[in-house]
């Protein structure tokens, strides 16, 4: 999943960093195309993938500016069209399964409205899922995007407050975890603080997953970072490297310093650094002057970036799946994001379609 590979295309170094140009992330895509599955054919997976942690549900509201509203001096918009999806893990399941891949979900319910809405979109999109215990008090979040006339009007979050679990059930919950990963051929796990997982949870999982030598892939959501030898990538956001250590994204050799960072805090083999705008940085030395890889975003109008994120993490769960390698997985992953905000509102499709999209 990690090996290492020789460049045929043209690159440029900078440092220890070496630019992928849009030509040679093309030339790595055809590539992928020549090996990719046929539609009707599984892909060559162990099993099923595990998508452990955070949930939630998306509402996209569509509608009309009608004016300007008389108390404040801010747009009066009419909704015309809301439409409902999962985010979290249940939104890359949904995503898979429309890509041929079929997962088991696990995310922490509630009894309040959230919760029910998030079990009847997990029922309609047919996925197989669990609920996840805690002994510690969580939330679960829909997050409303409003939008009118081209542009993003507002960002909302509602939270739905999860009580604690007893001790039993929180056990009774990673055993499910540990019979769910025997078969499984990847885990992905999505860790929000104060989402679905604890620290026992956490480290149960993955020491059992480094046992069966089941490969990971740890999307961090969180205010702390992950500390875990099992995990094979982590991908993280330059907000995080800015928390976590002071480090701003202002610069290509400050971005390779902070992924050295997380690789040396966290102990995963690799990591995935979405910057945005500046593209993706992966990194996974096997020695401390081994190189660094950026890939380069196409100029992009940024409108909306709902579920943009999920993506990425969705398309390298597709790529790894099939063992390709991590830097083709990363470039995959950039032209998924690039061809989601292309399809600004809907943001779950076949993975498969963007071989034969003109990028």
Known sequence: ???????????????????????????????????????????????????????????????????????APLPRVLIKHQKFQLDGVGGMATVLKQSNLSSIVFCPFGRGAISSLQRRLLYKEQLVYSSLYSCHQRTLQRTRHVIAGSHHIAHLVNEELILPESVRME????????????PAGLLCIIDRDAGALDSRAI????????????PVIYDSKSENLACNEAIDII????????????????????????????????????????????????????????????????????FDLVSVGDIVTAALIFCITRKYSILHAACFAASAAEFGLDRRYDKHFDLRIIFNSKL
């Open 235 to 302: 991908k993280v956001n330059q907000d995080q490297v800015r928390r976590w250590f002071g480090i701003t994204d202002d610069s290509d050799e400050a971005s390779l310093r902070g992924a050295e960072l997380v690789r040396e805090k966290s102990g995963a083999k690799c990591v995935v650094y979405t910057r945005r705008t500046r593209g993706i940085l992966v990194y996974w030395p096997g020695t401390k002057n081994d190189p660094a890889f950026l890939i380069r975003p196409r100029k992009k109008q940024l």
């Open 171 to 182: 056990t009774k919950s990673i055993n499910a975890l540990k019979r769910a990963l025997r």
């Open 1 to 71: 999943m990690l090996q290492k590979l020789r460049l045929k295309g043209r690159v440029r170094n900078s440092g220890r960093l070496i630019h992928i140009s849009l030509d040679l992330r093309q030339q790595f895509l055809d590539e992928l195309s020549l090996s990719v599955c046929s539609t009707n054919q599984s892909p060559p997976t162990r099993g099923n993938i595990l998508l452990v942690g955070d949930g939630g549900v998306t509402s996209v509201e569509l509608g009309l500016i009608i004016g300007i509203c008389a108390e």
């Open 203 to 214: 480290d149960a999982v993955l020491a059992n997953a480094k046992k069966l030598k089941v």
